[in-house]
């Protein structure tokens, strides 16, 4: 057995969560949530952590030289460094609306990066 902290982030109370994994990696119990969407939060939060990922690409073509982009969904926290080796690779021309897709299928979890701004030329 080994205890794991994690601050749940569900709402402003920012409980402190113990988790209690037992030999096989498994979590045997939760004690320091004050509500079951926290308890469920902090056990995801073990077992799959996820997160956004924005950044910026480089721009050709336009005066505006870095574009704003980000995962349309929050990604395993695993992906986060390989996602930004892709997008400091990538290159964009304009013109991008809002919302276009910049990298479609990020190392294959079929999520998208998308760019947050307009890039003009
Ligand atoms: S466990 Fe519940 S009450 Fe505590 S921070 Fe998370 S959401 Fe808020």
Redesign the pocket.
């Known amino acids: 057995m080994a205890e794991v902290n994690i601050i ?1 982030i ?2 402003p ?3 402190t ?1 113990t988790l209690t994994i037992g030999d096989g990696g498994e979590v045997a119990a939760i004690t320091g ?3 079951k ?2 308890e469920k ?1 902090v056990v995801e939060e073990y077992k799959n952590p996820v997160r956004v990922l924005t950044a910026t690409v480089v721009t050709q073509g336009s005066p505006q030289p870095l574009l704003p982009v980000r995962t349309a969904v929050p990604i395993p926290k695993a992906k986060l460094l390989p996602g930004m080796k892709v997008l400091a690779k990538t290159r964009v021309k304009p013109p991008v609306k809002i919302g276009d897709v910049v990298i479609p299928n990020l190392l294959d979890t079929g999520i998208d990066v998308a760019s947050t701004s307009d890039l003009a030329i």
């Open positions: 749940c569900g709402c109370l920012g409980c969560a949530c004050e509500c969407a926290g939060y």
